[in-house]
């Protein structure tokens, strides 16, 4: 399970000796993490004599939830005592019923949602207001448990070392740049082939591994966030702490920056 969390990008049944096992094996990984691979489907295809067998080999892709799947799980967790949302609430805020088709980010948004839609039930806010914070606080946690998941991932598979700086900022940093570049060329998917973009997409450990820790999904020869509206939560959160840090500056120190850039 989680051939993308190794992070050594050889064949699996060569490196671990498959055809001397007497069994059928399943391998996940997430699609994305090969998306830049001109044959990614080569470091999973049995060898014999050192010859390709690709008819050995089975692609599948797990589905989303759908809606009644969704509503079923809902259902499962009102049965369970769970404070779970109702579908309706949760299909309320924007971009969210796009997001949730994960088991990952549906079990997210079932513990999170109803401390959220709590915080804003007494707002004096307008309807769209409030479903804009509950929006904004939702993609916080989403982003906040996503990076502690994929950082705890990467120091388990030895990759990164527990005593090594926070990885989470340069997490954050690299997706608000990308979800900068797409929202100033007005784009929701961006191309590997396209240079103005090239250095998002090097095949350096570096970028690879925050590649694979952020929330990015690929079709094709394409690649973009989960749901655009995160992609502008990201673009939301580098203005405002831009904004925030500016206000904290002295004026002074602003005018020789200025000054200086000229």
């Not at 589905?63 to 009644?68: G, T």
């Not at 993609?139 to 705890?152: A, D, H, I, N, T």
Request: hydrophobic residues 35%; contains cysteine.
């Amino acid at each position: 399970d989680g051939y993308d969390e190794i992070h050594q990008l050889q064949n699996l049944y060569v490196s671990n000796r498959l055809n001397e096992w007497n069994a059928k094996t399943i391998v996940s990984c997430r699609s994305q993490y090969l998306y830049n691979k001109e044959h990614p489907n080569l470091y999973f295809t049995p060898l014999e004599n050192e010859r390709e067998q690709p008819h050995l080999l089975q692609t599948l892709f797990v589905s989303p939830f759908s809606q009644d799947q969704i509503k079923q799980y809902l259902e499962s967790s009102h049965n369970n005592n769970v404070a779970a949302p109702s579908y309706e609430e949760m299909i309320a805020i924007p971009g969210l019923q796009d997001l949730v088709t994960t088991p990952f980010l549906l079990k997210l948004t079932v513990e999170a949602l109803p401390e959220i839609l709590a915080r804003y039930a007494n707002s004096s806010s307008l309807l769209q207001e409030r479903q804009q914070l509950t929006q904004t606080d939702l993609y916080k946690s989403f982003v906040r448990r996503w990076f502690e998941r994929q950082e705890q991932k990467l120091i388990d598979s030895g990759h990164i070392t527990s005593d090594k700086p926070d990885q989470k900022p340069i997490f954050w940093r690299y997706c608000q740049l990308l979800a900068l570049e797409m929202h100033t060329h007005n784009l929701s998917w961006l191309s590997a082939e396209d240079e103005r973009f090239s250095v998002y997409f090097e095949n350096d450990a570096e970028t690879e591994m925050l590649r694979s820790a952020c929330p990015i999904k690929k079709t094709e020869d394409k690649i973009g966030f989960w749901h655009e509206s995160l992609g502008m939560h990201f673009v939301a959160q580098m203005i405002y702490q831009e904004s925030i840090s500016e206000e904290n500056t002295p004026a002074q120190h602003q005018v020789a920056t200025i000054e200086h850039s000229e």
